[in-house]
């Protein structure tokens, strides 16, 4: 994850080609897919969700994802990247969840990406 968090796109490409396991989590439970939306990587995240089985839903301990983490440090453009691709990825195996909103927006109340 040190490789992603300083951007070095480079090492996590050389990574993934030997082996590197796409999920895996920390003793937090923080992915390379987290870590990479918390630092505004957008490069990284494609990468990463190009990967066969990356999978954007994990958790971690404090039950954030990769969408939600995206969306607390304000990278709006990892959170559209995210949200496309838990709900319209073509790869997506069938028993995958898809992320939904759980409330209505009110009038008061904007929406996720405003």
């Known amino acids: 994850m040190l490789a992603v968090s300083h951007g070095r796109m480079d ?8 082996g590197a396991e796409v999920n895996v989590q920390d003793d937090e439970g923080s992915t390379a897919l987290m870590c990479a939306s918390e630092h505004g990587h957008a490069e990284i995240v494609k990468l990463l969700l190009a990967q066969p089985g990356c999978d954007a839903t994990l958790s971690d301990s404090d039950e954030s994802n990769a969408l939600s983490i995206a969306l607390e440090a304000g ?4 959170a559209v990247l995210l949200y496309a691709h ?5 790869a997506q195996s069938p028993g995958t969840p898809r992320l939904s909103r759980k409330t209505s927006p009110s009038p008061t109340r904007r929406g996720m990406f405003d």
Not at 86 to 90: E, Q
């Open 11 to 18: 090492m996590v490409r050389a990574l993934l080609a030997q």
């Open 75 to 78: 990278h709006k453009d990892i």
């Open 86 to 90: 838990v709900n319209f990825s073509k």
